[in-house]
C-alpha cells in the first residue's frame, strides 16, 4: 500500500517539475524591461541632480560673496570671525551638496 502511494507522489512530484520546468523556459525576457514609472522617476532624479549641480556652487558663491561684503562693511572684530566662520560652513556645505550630487548622479548612471 505505501509503495503504491509513494508512486504515485513520485510521479505527480516528477510531473510538478517537469510542468514548472516548461512553463519557466516559455518566459520572455520582453516583460523584463523597466515600467514606464521607474524610468521616469531615474530620469526626474537625473534632471534634479543636474540642476542641482548647477545651482549648488552658484548659490554657495553668493551666500560667500555677501558674507564678504558684510565682513568688509562691518569693523567689530567678533563680527568679522563670525562672518569668517559662516563663509567656512557655507563653503563646507556646498561640497557636501555637491558630493552628494555627484554621488547620487554615479548612483543613478549605474542604474540607467
Known amino acids: 500500500m505505501k509503495t503504491k502511494i509513494s508512486e504515485r507522489f513520485s510521479k505527480v512530484r516528477t510531473t510538478l517539475i517537469v ?3 516548461v512553463v519557466a523556459s516559455q518566459i520572455n525576457t ?7 514609472m521607474v524610468t521616469g522617476a531615474k530620469k526626474l532624479a537625473s534632471d534634479i ?3 542641482l549641480l548647477i545651482l549648488i556652487p552658484v548659490v ?7 558674507q564678504a561684503l558684510m565682513k568688509m ?4 572684530p567678533g563680527s568679522v570671525a563670525d ?13 557636501i551638496g555637491e558630493s552628494a550630487s555627484a ?7 549605474y542604474f540607467a
Open 60 to 66: 554657495a558663491a553668493a551666500a560667500i560673496g555677501y
Open 30 to 36: 520582453v516583460y523584463a524591461a523597466d515600467p514606464k
Open 103 to 109: 554621488i547620487v548622479t554615479a548612483f543613478l548612471a
Open 73 to 76: 562693511l562691518n569693523d567689530d
Open 49 to 51: 541632480t543636474l540642476w
Open 83 to 95: 562672518r569668517n566662520k559662516k563663509m567656512k560652513n557655507i563653503l563646507v556645505a556646498g561640497a
Open 19 to 21: 510542468s514548472a520546468i
